[in-house]
């Protein structure tokens, strides 16, 4: 299996930096995508940003200009560093890991499946 550890999250006050990290440890499989979710109360998880094992980025637009994304290869880890952080960014932010697998509940995927791992969620608060 693919095991996520998240740090980084805290309390911070609007205007503030926070940056978040993420390690995935696996023991087989090769991490293709790596990215961060996150959740606020009432609302349904969000992409937040994702890179891809060859470095393209995806960002949510309410993050654009202010957060950014970056991926060590070699360590399975990704960091989002969060800039001018807003009251809205208030939530559970959570690291997402995608392999692809051959087989996946024994079915067997020619062209591969692809399934992602969670980590438990770090939470972040801005104070206004």
């Known amino acids: 299996q693919v095991q996520l550890v998240e740090s980084g999250g805290g309390l911070v006050q609007a205007g503030g930096s926070l940056r978040l990290s993420c390690t995935a440890s696996?023991?087989?499989?090769?991490?293709?995508?790596m990215g961060w979710y996150r959740q606020a109360p009432g609302k349904q998880r969000e992409l937040v940003a994702s890179?891809?094992?060859?470095?393209?980025?995806n960002y949510a637009d309410s993050v654009k200009g202010r957060f950014t994304i970056s991926r060590d290869i070699a360590s399975d880890t990704v960091a989002l560093q969060m800039n001018n952080l807003e009251p809205e960014d208030t939530a559970v932010y959570y690291c997402?890991?995608?392999?692809?697998?051959?087989?996946?509940?024994?079915?067997?995927?020619?062209?591969?499946?692809?399934?992602?791992?969670w980590g438990r969620g770090t939470q972040v608060t801005v104070s206004s």
């Open positions: 890179i891809a094992r060859g470095g393209k980025t």
């Open positions: 997402n890991a995608g392999v692809t697998l051959s087989y996946y509940n024994r079915t067997y995927y020619p062209q591969g499946y692809e399934h992602f791992y």
């Open positions: 696996s023991d087989i499989h090769t991490i293709q995508n």
